[in-house]
C-alpha cells in the first residue's frame, strides 16, 4: 500500500493509470471502524484500485466544534486499510495541501442545506463540498462511497457530483450499526461509558418512530412524539421528518420521508436516521 502525503504525489500516480483501470475512492475523516471498513470492501469490489484518503478537514468545522478533538489513530487507520486492500493511502498531513496559502475557492449547494446538520453547522457543508471537489479532481475516481449515516452530506454531494459534472459515480451505502443498534462513528470514542449508554437513546427513538410508521401513523407530530424526552438526558439538536429527495420538512408522509436527529450525549454531538418508505 502505498502512502501519499502530497497533492501532486497524488496526481502522478492517478495520471499513470491507463483509461481502462477503474478507480474506487473512499473519502474519510480517518479513525477507522467497520462502518468504513464496509465502504471500502464494497469499493475494492467496484474498483480496479482502491484509494482510502484520510484527512481530518478544517474548513467543515465551526469554530466552536470539536476539530482538536477529533479522534486520530494514523497507525490503526493504515492498517486496517491495508487489509481491506487498499492500493493509495492519501494522507495529507499538512492542510495547506488541500488548502494552499491564499486559497478563496469554495464550492456550496443551496438548498439542500437549509434544514438538519446545514442549519445547525452553518458553513458545514460548504467545507464538506470543497474538499470533496478538490479529492475528486485529484483521485479522479470512477466511483465514490459513502455513507447513509451522513444523509445531508450524501444528498449534498449527489447534487454537487451532477451539477459540477465531475464523472464517475457517487455510491451511498447503509448505516452500520454496533451490535447494540448504536450508528458507528469515530466520534463514539469521545463518549464516557455513562454518554455512551444513554446514547442508545437515538436509535431506540427512531425504532420507536418507524414502529409508529409502520402500525399506519403518517402525521409528522405523531410520528415524531417527544424527541426530548426520549432522548434526555441527552440534548436534541434536531429531530425532524423531511422530504427524502430535497430534504424540506414534511407534516405528513405521503412519499419517502427522512426521519433524522443530532443530540448531544456528554459533549458529543451524534447523527443518525432512518428512511420511512409508504
Ligand atoms: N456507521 C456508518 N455506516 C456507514 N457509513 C458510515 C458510518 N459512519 C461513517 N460512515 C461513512 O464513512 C465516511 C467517512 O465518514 P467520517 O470519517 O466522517 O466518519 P464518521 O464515523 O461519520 O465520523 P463522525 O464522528 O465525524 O460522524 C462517510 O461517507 C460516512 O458517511
Ligand atoms: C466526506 C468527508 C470525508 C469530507 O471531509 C467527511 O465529511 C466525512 O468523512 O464524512
Ligand atoms: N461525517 C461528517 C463529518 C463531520 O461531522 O464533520
Known amino acids: 500500500m502505498l502512502v501519499f502525503r502530497t497533492c501532486s504525489e497524488m496526481q502522478v500516480w492517478r495520471a499513470s493509470l491507463d483509461h481502462a483501470t477503474r478507480v474506487a475512492f473512499v473519502p474519510t475523516m480517518g479513525y477507522l471502524h467497520e462502518g468504513h471498513l464496509s465502504l471500502l470492501r464494497e469499493a475494492?469490489?467496484?474498483?480496479?484500485?482502491?484509494?482510502?484518503?484520510i484527512f481530518v478537514?478544517?474548513?467543515q468545522f465551526g469554530p466552536n466544534e470539536d476539530l482538536a478533538r477529533y479522534p486520530r489513530d494514523e497507525a490503526g487507520d493504515l492498517a486496517k486499510a491495508s487489509?481491506?486492500?487498499?492500493?493509495?493511502?492519501?494522507?495529507?498531513?499538512?492542510?495547506?495541501?488541500?488548502?494552499?496559502?491564499g486559497t478563496n475557492t469554495w464550492v456550496?449547494?443551496?438548498?439542500?442545506?437549509?434544514?438538519?446538520?446545514g442549519a445547525s453547522r452553518p458553513g458545514h457543508f460548504r467545507g464538506v463540498c470543497t474538499v470533496v471537489a478538490k479529492l475528486w479532481g485529484l483521485v479522479r475516481p470512477d466511483v465514490a462511497l459513502f455513507g447513509e449515516k451522513d444523509f445531508q452530506q450524501l444528498a449534498i454531494l449527489r447534487r454537487m457530483h451532477a451539477d459540477l459534472f465531475l464523472g464517475g459515480e457517487v455510491v451511498g451505502m447503509p448505516i452500520?450499526?454496533?451490535?447494540?443498534?448504536l450508528a458507528m462513528s469515530s466520534r463514539n470514542a469521545n463518549l464516557s461509558p455513562e454518554a455512551r449508554a444513554q446514547a442508545?437513546?437515538?436509535?431506540?427513538w427512531l425504532a420507536a418512530v418507524r414502529q409508529r410508521f409502520e402500525a399506519g401513523e403518517r402525521e409528522a407530530t405523531a410520528l415524531l412524539g417527544d424527541p426530548a424526552a426520549a432522548l434526555a438526558p441527552g440534548r436534541v439538536d434536531y429531530a425532524s421528518l423531511v422530504d427524502a429527495d430535497d430534504l424540506q420538512p414534511v407534516t405528513e408522509v405521503a412519499k419517502p420521508a427522512l426521519c433524522a436527529v443530532a443530540?448531544?450525549?456528554?459533549g458529543v454531538r451524534l447523527i443518525d436516521n432512518t428512511v420511512l418508505r409508504p
Open 200 to 204: 442508545l437513546a437515538i436509535s431506540r
Open 176 to 181: 452500520v450499526r454496533e451490535p447494540d443498534g
Open 83 to 101: 487489509e481491506c486492500g487498499v492500493d493509495v493511502a492519501f494522507c495529507p498531513t499538512d492542510p495547506r495541501e488541500l488548502y494552499p496559502q
Open 263 to 266: 443530540a448531544f450525549f456528554g
Open 108 to 117: 456550496e449547494v443551496q438548498g439542500l442545506d437549509r434544514h438538519l446538520c
Open 57 to 59: 478537514n478544517p474548513t
Open 44 to 53: 475494492r469490489r467496484r474498483g480496479d484500485r482502491l484509494v482510502l484518503s
